[in-house]
C-alpha cells in the first residue's frame, strides 16, 4: 500500500505542484494523467526517491518512506524515460546485467525465456546498439517481468511500443496487479488496466 | 505467486562485495568490448613520453634528470581523459539511475567503478612505465621505485578524479572544468611520486616519498568512494 500526503514539487521558484495526496492498495494502479510539463515525471520520480520533495510525505505498507531508503530499493522497481542499456553488451547481457544490479540470481534459461516471452529471441545475441527503440523497451519489460518487486514505477511505459508491445504490457500489468502488487504510471495513452483497479490522478499545472 | 510480489529482494541491506563485484565485473567487461577507446587512451601516454626526448635533447643526464617527472605528467594526463567516461556513459543511457535505485549501497558501487577504472587506466601505465623509462636512460633501480611509486599513486588518481567526474555530470564544458578540478589535486601525488624517484637518484631512499604517496592512498579509499557517490547523487536528482 502506497500513500502520499501533500506532496509538492517546485522548479526553481515555481511551484509544479502541491498537495498531491492519494492511497494506492495491493492489486490497485495509480494512473497519472496530465498534460506535457505538469510535473508527471517529476512525481515518479519523487516516488521512487530519486528526487527530493519541497515538502510532504510518503509511507509504504504505514511506514514512513525517506528518499533512496534502503529497504525501499528494494520494494520499487522504476522504469524511466531511458531505458539503461549499454550499447557494447547484447540484449541478453543487458537484461542479465540489469537483474544483478537489481540484486536478483536469475538462471541465464529464465533470461532466454523472459527474452523469448516479449519476442527478442532472435535478437538477444545482437548487441543493444542496433536494437530499435521498442526492442529496448521490450528488454524493459522482461526485466518487470523478471523482478519480484511488489511496486511498480513506470512513466510512459507505452513509449515506442507497437500494437503487440501494448498488449504485452497489458498482460504483466494485470498479472501484477492479480498478485496484489501496485503500480503508479505516467501516461497518455491507455493502459488497458481493469476499470476497477485504477485510481485516476489528474495534474494540472499551479499556474494554469 | 502471492509470495513473489509480497517478497522483499533478497539482497541483504549492506551487501557491499557483491555490488562492489557487479560495477568492477561489468565495467571491465564494457572497456574491453571497447578496446579501440582503451587503445587510444595508451598510445595518447605513449606519446607524451616519446615526445619529449624529441623535443629537448638525447643527453643522458638531462634525460635522466627529467623522465620521472614526465612520466608522472603523462600518467596525469591519462588518466584525466579517461575520467569523463566514468560517469558519462551511465549518467546518459540511464543505468546511473538504476545504479542510485539498487538496493546495493551506492558507496560499493562507486568504489566498484572506480577500481574498474583503474585496472583499465591506471593498471596498464603501470605496466608500460619500465618500458617508456628505457627512452630516459634510467637505470633499473630508478625504473622500479619509478614503477613502485606509479603502482601506489595512480590508484589515487582514479579515486580523486572520481570526485570530480561525478560533480561535473550533465555540464557543458564538463571535460575542461574536470581537469581544472582535479590538476590541483593531483599536484601532491605528482610531487611525491617524480620525487620518490629523485631521492632514490640521490641516493637518499626512496622510503619517505613512497610511505607519504601509501599514506595518501589509504585516506583517498576511505573517503574519495564516498564524496563520488554524494555526488553522483545530486547529479541524478
Known amino acids: 500500500m502506497l500513500e502520499a500526503q501533500k506532496l509538492a514539487a517546485r522548479r526553481g521558484y515555481t511551484e509544479l505542484f502541491t498537495g498531491i495526496g492519494f492511497r494506492v492498495n495491493p492489486g490497485e494502479a495509480l494512473v497519472v494523467t496530465g498534460a506535457n510539463g505538469t510535473g508527471k515525471t517529476t512525481l515518479l520520480r519523487i516516488l521512487a526517491g530519486l528526487s527530493t520533495p519541497a515538502s510532504g510525505e510518503m509511507s509504504w505498507n504505514g511506514a514512513k518512506v525517506a528518499p533512496l531508503d534502503p529497504v525501499f530499493r528494494g520494494v520499487l522497481a522504476h522504469s524511466g524515460h531511458l531505458p539503461g542499456l549499454k550499447d557494447e553488451l547484447t540484449a541478453e547481457e543487458n537484461l542479465a546485467s540489469l537483474l544483478a544490479l537489481d540484486g536478483e540470481t536469475v538462471t541465464s534459461d529464465a533470461v532466454r525465456k523472459a527474452l523469448h516471452d516479449v519476442a527478442l529471441a532472435r535478437q538477444r545475441s545482437l548487441p543493444a546498439r542496433v536494437l530499435s527503440q521498442g526492442q529496448r523497451r521490450r528488454v524493459g519489460l522482461a526485466r518487470l517481468a523478471l523482478l519480484p518487486r511488489p511496486l511498480w514505477i513506470l512513466d510512459e511505459p507505452t513509449t515506442a511500443l507497437d500494437a503487440e508491445g501494448t498488449e504485452l504490457l497489458a498482460r504483466l500489468l494485470a498479472r501484477h496487479l492479480a498478485n496484489r502488487g501496485v503500480v503508479v504510471a505516467a501516461t497518455h495513452a491507455p493502459l488497458r488496466i481493469d476499470a476497477d483497479r485504477v485510481r485516476p490522478l489528474v495534474l494540472v499545472g499551479s499556474l494554469g | ?237
Open chain 2, 1 to 237: 505467486m502471492i509470495a513473489t510480489v509480497a517478497a522483499v529482494s533478497p539482497v541483504a541491506n549492506g551487501a557491499v562485495w557483491p555490488g562492489m563485484r557487479w560495477a568492477v565485473a561489468r565495467d571491465v567487461k564494457l572497456a574491453l568490448r571497447s578496446r579501440a577507446e582503451l587503445g587510444v587512451q595508451l598510445l595518447f601516454y605513449v606519446i607524451v613520453v616519446s615526445l619529449f626526448p624529441l623535443a629537448t635533447s638525447p643527453e643522458r643526464n638531462l634525460l635522466g634528470a627529467m623522465g620521472p617527472g614526465v612520466l608522472w605528467v603523462a600518467a596525469l594526463l591519462a588518466s584525466l581523459i579517461s575520467l569523463p567516461r566514468l560517469f558519462a556513459g551511465d549518467h546518459a543511457d540511464g543505468t546511473l539511475e538504476q545504479i542510485v535505485l539498487s538496493p546495493y549501497p551506492l558507496v560499493a558501487l562507486v568504489f566498484g567503478k572506480i577500481v574498474a577504472h583503474w585496472l583499465t587506466t591506471g593498471l596498464p601505465v603501470v605496466v608500460l612505465a619500465p618500458i617508456l623509462g628505457l627512452e630516459y636512460a634510467m637505470d633499473a633501480e630508478a625504473l622500479a621505485v619509478l614503477t613502485t611509486a606509479l603502482l601506489i599513486g595512480t590508484p589515487i588518481l582514479s579515486l580523486l578524479g572520481a570526485i570530480g567526474a561525478a560533480l561535473t555530470l550533465g555540464l557543458r564544458a564538463g571535460g575542461s572544468l574536470l581537469a581544472l578540478l582535479v590538476l590541483p589535486l593531483y599536484v601532491p601525488v605528482l610531487i611525491f611520486g617524480a620525487g620518490a624517484v629523485d631521492a632514490a637518484r640521490a641516493g637518499l631512499g626512496a622510503d619517505a616519498n613512497l610511505s607519504l604517496l601509501g599514506a595518501g592512498l589509504l585516506i583517498a579509499i576511505v573517503g574519495a568512494p564516498f564524496a563520488a557517490a554524494a555526488a553522483v547523487r545530486i547529479a541524478v536528482d
